[in-house]
Protein backbone atom coordinates (compact mmCIF):
# COMPACT_ATOMS: atom_id res chain seq x y z
CA UNK A 1 0.00 0.00 0.00
CA UNK A 2 0.94 4.19 -0.70
CA UNK A 3 0.57 5.96 2.90
CA UNK A 4 0.88 9.86 2.26
CA UNK A 5 2.28 10.55 5.86
CA UNK A 6 4.30 7.44 6.56
CA UNK A 7 6.98 5.70 4.83
CA UNK A 8 7.65 2.10 4.79
CA UNK A 9 11.49 0.51 4.25
CA UNK A 10 12.34 -3.53 4.50
CA UNK A 11 15.18 -4.45 5.33
CA UNK A 12 15.79 -8.53 5.44
CA UNK A 13 13.10 -9.12 8.33
CA UNK A 14 13.06 -5.72 9.52
CA UNK A 15 10.65 -3.09 8.55
CA UNK A 16 11.42 0.72 9.23
CA UNK A 17 8.18 2.96 9.82
CA UNK A 18 9.02 6.49 9.21
CA UNK A 19 6.04 9.14 10.21
CA UNK A 20 7.26 11.68 7.31
CA UNK A 21 5.79 15.21 8.27
CA UNK A 22 8.97 17.04 8.69
CA UNK A 23 7.62 20.06 7.81
CA UNK A 24 5.33 19.74 10.81
CA UNK A 25 7.76 18.17 13.34
CA UNK A 26 5.94 15.29 12.22
CA UNK A 27 3.05 16.07 14.71
CA UNK A 28 0.39 13.17 14.49
CA UNK A 29 -2.75 14.22 12.18
CA UNK A 30 -5.74 12.66 11.42
CA UNK A 31 -4.11 10.93 8.25
CA UNK A 32 -1.54 10.07 10.32
CA UNK A 33 -3.04 8.04 12.93
CA UNK A 34 -5.17 6.11 9.92
CA UNK A 35 -2.03 5.25 8.35
CA UNK A 36 -0.19 4.55 11.21
CA UNK A 37 -2.87 2.32 12.20
CA UNK A 38 -2.80 0.68 8.33
CA UNK A 39 1.05 0.34 8.71
CA UNK A 40 0.82 -2.18 11.66
CA UNK A 41 -2.29 -4.33 10.46
CA UNK A 42 0.09 -5.00 7.36
CA UNK A 43 3.12 -5.74 9.13
CA UNK A 44 1.71 -7.95 11.78
CA UNK A 45 0.20 -9.82 9.08
CA UNK A 46 3.65 -9.99 7.03
CA UNK A 47 5.35 -13.26 8.16
CA UNK A 48 8.08 -11.89 6.30
CA UNK A 49 8.79 -9.02 9.33
CA UNK A 50 10.11 -10.17 12.61
CA UNK A 51 10.65 -6.63 14.43
CA UNK A 52 9.98 -3.18 13.61
CA UNK A 53 11.27 -0.01 14.19
CA UNK A 54 8.97 3.28 14.54
CA UNK A 55 11.15 6.73 13.70
CA UNK A 56 10.58 9.80 12.03
CA UNK A 57 11.56 11.85 9.39
CA UNK A 58 14.79 14.79 9.05
CA UNK A 59 16.70 15.47 12.35
CA UNK A 60 14.46 17.94 14.00
CA UNK A 61 11.83 16.03 15.62
CA UNK A 62 10.30 12.41 16.37
CA UNK A 63 7.13 13.54 16.97
CA UNK A 64 5.82 16.64 18.65
CA UNK A 65 2.15 15.50 19.70
CA UNK A 66 -0.94 16.23 18.14
CA UNK A 67 -1.33 18.35 15.15
CA UNK A 68 -2.85 21.66 16.87
CA UNK A 69 -3.09 23.51 13.88
CA UNK A 70 -5.36 21.03 12.10
CA UNK A 71 -7.06 21.03 15.82
CA UNK A 72 -7.56 24.52 16.09
CA UNK A 73 -10.77 24.72 13.28
CA UNK A 74 -11.93 21.53 14.80
CA UNK A 75 -15.65 21.55 17.14
CA UNK A 76 -16.05 19.70 20.55
CA UNK A 77 -17.69 16.87 18.54
CA UNK A 78 -14.56 16.75 15.94
CA UNK A 79 -12.09 16.75 18.51
CA UNK A 80 -13.65 13.63 20.31
CA UNK A 81 -13.48 11.71 16.65
CA UNK A 82 -10.11 12.43 16.56
CA UNK A 83 -9.21 11.69 19.77
CA UNK A 84 -10.84 8.04 19.83
CA UNK A 85 -8.78 7.50 16.47
CA UNK A 86 -5.73 8.19 18.29
CA UNK A 87 -6.29 6.47 21.26
CA UNK A 88 -6.37 3.57 18.68
CA UNK A 89 -3.28 4.28 17.25
CA UNK A 90 -1.50 4.44 20.46
CA UNK A 91 -3.28 1.75 21.41
CA UNK A 92 -2.08 -0.52 18.15
CA UNK A 93 1.44 0.67 18.63
CA UNK A 94 1.40 -0.44 22.52
CA UNK A 95 0.01 -3.91 21.44
CA UNK A 96 1.66 -4.74 18.51
CA UNK A 97 3.17 -8.50 18.89
CA UNK A 98 6.07 -7.70 17.39
CA UNK A 99 9.35 -6.48 18.53
CA UNK A 100 8.79 -3.02 17.85
CA UNK A 101 11.50 -0.31 18.77
CA UNK A 102 11.48 3.70 18.87
CA UNK A 103 14.36 5.49 16.85
CA UNK A 104 13.94 8.80 18.37
CA UNK A 105 15.83 11.54 16.42
CA UNK A 106 14.52 14.74 17.52
CA UNK A 107 12.01 16.38 20.02
CA UNK A 108 9.90 13.90 21.19
CA UNK A 109 7.03 15.82 23.30
CA UNK A 110 3.65 14.70 24.36
CA UNK A 111 1.92 12.08 22.51
CA UNK A 112 5.66 11.81 20.68
CA UNK A 113 7.07 10.69 24.13
CA UNK A 114 3.92 8.54 24.43
CA UNK A 115 4.67 6.85 20.87
CA UNK A 116 8.23 6.37 22.21
CA UNK A 117 6.94 4.35 25.46
CA UNK A 118 4.34 2.51 23.95
CA UNK A 119 7.41 0.72 22.04
CA UNK A 120 9.46 -2.07 23.41
CA UNK A 121 12.45 0.26 24.31
CA UNK A 122 13.80 3.35 22.80
CA UNK A 123 17.25 3.96 20.90
CA UNK A 124 17.74 8.17 20.89
CA UNK A 125 20.19 10.39 19.42
CA UNK A 126 22.00 12.73 21.50
CA UNK A 127 20.28 16.18 20.60
CA UNK A 128 16.95 14.52 21.56
CA UNK A 129 14.63 15.95 23.99
CA UNK A 130 11.51 14.15 25.64
CA UNK A 131 8.43 15.48 27.76
CA UNK A 132 4.92 15.33 28.26
CA UNK A 133 3.95 19.40 28.59
CA UNK A 134 0.33 18.59 28.61
CA UNK A 135 -0.85 20.08 31.55
CA UNK A 136 0.26 23.31 30.46
CA UNK A 137 -2.86 22.96 27.92
CA UNK A 138 -4.65 22.26 30.89
CA UNK A 139 -5.19 18.57 29.61
CA UNK A 140 -3.16 15.53 30.66
CA UNK A 141 -1.53 12.89 28.96
CA UNK A 142 -3.67 10.91 26.82
CA UNK A 143 -1.96 8.00 24.97
CA UNK A 144 -0.81 5.84 28.04
CA UNK A 145 2.00 8.77 29.08
CA UNK A 146 0.23 8.75 33.00
CA UNK A 147 0.51 4.77 32.81
CA UNK A 148 3.41 3.66 30.84
CA UNK A 149 5.93 6.87 32.16
CA UNK A 150 5.68 5.58 36.11
CA UNK A 151 5.84 1.63 35.20
CA UNK A 152 9.11 2.85 33.07
CA UNK A 153 11.06 5.54 35.45
CA UNK A 154 9.10 5.02 38.88
CA UNK A 155 6.10 6.74 40.21
CA UNK A 156 7.62 9.89 42.00
CA UNK A 157 9.92 10.53 38.59
CA UNK A 158 7.03 9.89 36.93
CA UNK A 159 4.90 12.28 38.07
CA UNK A 160 7.23 15.32 38.57
CA UNK A 161 7.86 14.95 34.68
CA UNK A 162 4.31 15.07 34.24
CA UNK A 163 2.91 17.71 36.86
CA UNK A 164 6.17 20.10 36.05
CA UNK A 165 5.40 19.68 32.15
CA UNK A 166 9.62 19.64 32.11
CA UNK A 167 11.85 18.37 28.53
CA UNK A 168 14.46 16.14 29.92
CA UNK A 169 17.52 15.87 27.51
CA UNK A 170 18.46 11.93 26.02
CA UNK A 171 21.12 11.75 28.72
CA UNK A 172 18.64 12.29 31.48
CA UNK A 173 16.63 10.35 29.99
CA UNK A 174 18.61 7.80 29.64
CA UNK A 175 19.80 8.11 33.53
CA UNK A 176 16.05 7.93 34.66
CA UNK A 177 15.71 4.48 32.55
CA UNK A 178 13.32 5.98 29.66
CA UNK A 179 15.88 5.11 27.18
CA UNK A 180 18.17 2.08 26.81
CA UNK A 181 21.13 3.84 24.04
CA UNK A 182 22.26 7.28 23.23
CA UNK A 183 23.89 7.64 20.09
CA UNK A 184 25.22 10.54 18.25
CA UNK A 185 23.05 11.43 15.46
CA UNK A 186 25.22 10.40 12.46
CA UNK A 187 25.18 6.79 14.62
CA UNK A 188 21.52 6.18 15.38
CA UNK A 189 20.36 4.34 12.80
CA UNK A 190 23.55 2.23 12.32
CA UNK A 191 23.43 1.29 16.24
CA UNK A 192 19.58 0.62 15.65
CA UNK A 193 19.74 -1.80 12.48
CA UNK A 194 22.70 -3.81 14.84
CA UNK A 195 20.08 -4.21 17.42
CA UNK A 196 17.42 -4.90 15.27
CA UNK A 197 19.51 -7.34 13.36
CA UNK A 198 20.02 -9.50 16.74
CA UNK A 199 16.63 -9.49 17.28
CA UNK A 200 15.61 -10.95 13.83
CA UNK A 201 18.00 -13.61 13.86
CA UNK A 202 16.00 -14.87 16.60
CA UNK A 203 12.35 -17.01 16.18
CA UNK A 204 10.08 -14.69 15.34
CA UNK A 205 7.04 -16.52 17.44
CA UNK A 206 9.33 -17.15 20.03
CA UNK A 207 10.13 -13.12 19.99
CA UNK A 208 6.09 -12.45 19.96
CA UNK A 209 5.45 -14.93 22.60
CA UNK A 210 8.41 -13.54 24.51
CA UNK A 211 7.00 -10.04 24.42
CA UNK A 212 3.36 -11.07 25.55
CA UNK A 213 4.31 -12.93 28.30
CA UNK A 214 6.64 -9.84 29.44
CA UNK A 215 3.86 -7.57 28.76
CA UNK A 216 0.82 -9.35 30.53
CA UNK A 217 3.28 -11.12 33.39
CA UNK A 218 4.84 -8.27 34.29
CA UNK A 219 0.87 -6.99 35.41
CA UNK A 220 -0.05 -10.60 37.51
CA UNK A 221 1.21 -11.81 40.49
CA UNK A 222 4.09 -14.50 40.25
CA UNK A 223 2.56 -17.65 40.68
CA UNK A 224 -0.07 -16.84 37.20
CA UNK A 225 2.51 -14.85 35.56
CA UNK A 226 4.91 -18.01 35.81
CA UNK A 227 1.72 -19.91 34.48
CA UNK A 228 0.89 -17.50 31.51
CA UNK A 229 4.88 -18.12 31.03
CA UNK A 230 4.47 -21.46 30.37
CA UNK A 231 1.55 -21.52 28.29
CA UNK A 232 3.92 -18.65 25.94
CA UNK A 233 6.51 -21.26 26.11
CA UNK A 234 3.84 -24.33 24.68
CA UNK A 235 2.97 -22.05 21.85
CA UNK A 236 7.03 -22.06 20.88
CA UNK A 237 7.26 -25.95 21.29
CA UNK A 238 4.34 -26.90 18.64
CA UNK A 239 6.19 -25.03 15.65
CA UNK A 240 8.18 -25.49 12.74
CA UNK A 241 10.60 -22.80 13.98
CA UNK A 242 11.71 -24.64 16.84
CA UNK A 243 12.36 -27.91 15.02
CA UNK A 244 14.27 -25.92 12.51
CA UNK A 245 16.25 -24.03 15.66
CA UNK A 246 17.09 -27.76 17.32
CA UNK A 247 18.21 -28.95 13.74
CA UNK A 248 20.44 -25.90 12.98
CA UNK A 249 22.30 -26.41 16.25
CA UNK A 250 23.19 -29.45 15.98
CA UNK A 251 23.86 -29.32 12.38
CA UNK A 252 26.31 -26.26 13.46
CA UNK A 253 24.61 -24.11 11.07
CA UNK A 254 22.53 -20.84 11.40
CA UNK A 255 19.13 -21.48 11.34
CA UNK A 256 16.01 -20.09 8.73
CA UNK A 257 13.04 -19.40 10.31
CA UNK A 258 9.67 -19.33 8.55
CA UNK A 259 7.14 -17.71 11.26
CA UNK A 260 5.54 -20.98 11.41
Known amino acids: ?52 VLTAAGDRAFCVGADLKERKNMNRDQMKKQRALFVKAFTAVAQFPKPLVAVVNGFALGGGCEFALCCDFIITSEKAAFGLPEVGLAIIPGGGGTQLLPRVIGRARAKELIFTGRRIPAQEAYRLGLANHVVPPEKLMEKTMEIMREITKN ?27 AECYNVCLATEDRDEGLRAFNEKRKPVYRAR
Open 1 to 52: MQYETIEIAREEHIAIVKINRPQAMNALSTQTARELLAVLEELELDNEVFAA
Open 203 to 229: GPIALQQAKRSINLGVELELNTALALE
